[in-house]
């Protein structure tokens, strides 16, 4: 089981830092990606890092503001978002597999809740 935290409301050009804990399975030898997705919008993919964490990809829209990490000692994902925009509100969710950009991911969180406004 995935389970997503640090959601909440932050202002424009404010700062959240999301966390990936699994529970009941090891991440260790698993890629976790963070998809995310608005209200009357498809879900899209956000970034993923591989399992040694050696490699990461990010979608073109927050490219220089997020980072994604890990630290496979505490079965932990993070996402480490900063100039958060209005537009980056939405419900965060992480997946995991065996690799980064495959078509689905075998495992999902249940997501939280980010929206950026004044």
């Known amino acids: 089981q995935l389970v997503e935290s640090g959601g909440g409301l932050v202002q424009p050009g404010g700062s959240l830092r999301l966390s990936c804990l699994a529970s009941?399975?090891?991440?260790?030898?698993?890629?976790v990606a963070w998809f995310r997705q608005a209200p009357g919008k498809e879900r899209e993919a956000v970034s993923c890092?591989?399992?040694?964490?050696?490699?990461?990809d990010y979608a073109d829209f927050v490219m220089g503001r997020f980072t994604i990490s890990r630290d496979n000692s505490k079965n932990t994902v993070y996402l480490q978002m900063n100039r958060l925009k209005p537009e980056d509100t939405a419900v965060y969710y992480c997946?995991?597999?065996?690799?980064?950009?495959?078509?689905?991911?075998?495992?999902w969180g249940q997501g939280t809740q980010v929206t950026v406004s004044s």
């Open positions: 009941g399975r090891s991440l260790e030898h698993l890629a």
């Open positions: 890092i591989s399992d040694i964490g050696d490699s990461t």
């Open positions: 997946a995991a597999d065996s690799f980064c950009g495959l078509p689905d991911y075998d495992f």
